[in-house]
């Protein structure tokens, strides 16, 4: 972790809190072992032994999971203005869940597990800003539509945009309207099956690459490009962790 990083989550890993388990002697070397695992996407018994017991490494990243660190954080670097908020896309990716996340003891749709056309799998629904930086993010069942993610997506805090890139997958009367409601123009090209089609401003359209990009560097971490957790929490923690390093990055090449 470079120590522009540790000047980001310093302030948040080291508050005291009623989930926040006993002081680690190195906030920052079980913070590391956390990025060790997301960035490899081993098991937690393989840990080096350099960033202390696995056990205890564990048991931190969960206290922290748990309290809603990774989610405060996130929306601390939304709320910093730094992105370009105004122009915002969605999209959702599919993650092929590993035989150990399967069979968790209230099964497997309450983890956000569903069996799709590849298997058992996790869907992550993600809403970027015009840098394709991550606002949002939600979790869901591998077979669930991009429509019924939709809602949950845009119900997360983060700021609000002007306009929203999404492609078909998302077009919906019902979604339209919602968009519209909140003042956002929908940048949304129709479905062939449409009577009526409208045209589309097709240079904004095509910067939804960018949301397909941050989805590109978020399964660099391997953690993310295959679930291993049993708990939708733990992978969604990941999930988050990935996102806000992106932030901090790209803050650290912009400097």
């Given at each position: 972790?470079?120590?522009?990083?540790?000047?980001?989550?310093?302030?948040f890993v080291t508050a005291s809190g009623p989930k926040s388990g006993r002081p680690a002697k190195s906030h920052r070397l079980v913070l590391d072992g956390v990025?060790?695992?997301?960035?490899?996407?081993?098991?937690?018994?393989?840990?080096?032994?350099?960033?202390?017991?696995?056990?205890?490494?564990?048991?931190?990243?969960?206290?922290?999971?748990?309290?809603?660190?990774?989610?405060?954080?996130?929306?601390?670097?939304?709320?910093?203005?730094?992105?370009?908020?105004?122009?915002q896309m969605i999209d959702s990716t599919v993650v092929r869940a590993h035989q150990h996340a399967a069979g968790p003891k209230r099964g497997t749709q309450k983890?956000?597990?569903?069996?799709?056309?590849?298997?058992?799998?996790?869907?992550i629904h993600l809403r970027t800003n015009g840098l394709g930086l991550p606002v949002a993010v939600t979790l869901s069942p591998g077979e669930a539509s991009d429509?019924?993610?939709?809602?949950?997506?845009?119900?997360?805090?983060?700021?609000?945009?002007?306009?929203?890139?999404?492609?078909?997958?998302?077009?919906?009367?019902?979604?339209?309207?919602?968009?519209?409601?909140?003042?956002?123009?929908?940048?949304?090209?129709?479905?062939?099956?449409?009577?009526?089609?409208?045209?589309?401003?097709?240079?904004?359209?095509?910067?939804?690459?960018?949301?397909?990009?941050?989805?590109?560097?978020?399964?660099?971490?391997?953690?993310?490009?295959?679930?291993?957790?049993?708990?939708?929490?733990?992978?969604?923690?990941?999930?988050?962790?990935?996102?806000?390093?992106?932030?901090?990055?790209?803050?650290?090449?912009?400097?």
């Amino acid at each position: 972790m470079l120590d522009e990083e540790w000047g980001f989550f310093e302030p948040f890993v080291t508050a005291s809190g009623p989930k926040s388990g006993r002081p680690a002697k190195s906030h920052r070397l079980v913070l590391d072992g956390v990025f060790w695992i997301a960035r490899t996407g081993a098991p937690w018994r393989d840990l080096p032994n350099d960033f202390g017991t696995w056990n205890s490494v564990y048991r931190q990243f969960r206290r922290w999971t748990q309290a809603g660190l990774w989610d405060v954080m996130l929306e601390a670097l939304n709320e910093s203005g730094a992105g370009q908020d105004s122009l915002q896309m969605i999209d959702s990716t599919v993650v092929r869940a590993h035989q150990h996340a399967a069979g968790p003891k209230r099964g497997t749709q309450k983890e956000d597990i569903g069996r799709s056309r590849g298997g058992l799998s996790t869907k992550i629904h993600l809403r970027t800003n015009g840098l394709g930086l991550p606002v949002a993010v939600t979790l869901s069942p591998g077979e669930a539509s991009d429509m019924k993610g939709y809602g949950p997506l845009m119900d997360q805090p983060g700021p609000s945009p002007k306009v929203m890139l999404a492609d078909k997958g998302y077009d919906s009367d019902a979604i339209r309207q919602d968009l519209k409601d909140r003042g956002v123009e929908p940048i949304i090209p129709f479905k062939r099956n449409r009577k009526v089609q409208e045209p589309i401003d097709g240079f904004l359209y095509a910067l939804r690459n960018m949301v397909e990009r941050c989805f590109n560097k978020l399964k660099q971490s391997r953690r993310l490009a295959t679930r291993y957790d049993k708990t939708a929490s733990s992978f969604l923690g990941f999930v988050l962790i990935a996102s806000t390093r992106l932030w901090i990055r790209h803050f650290v090449h912009t400097a």
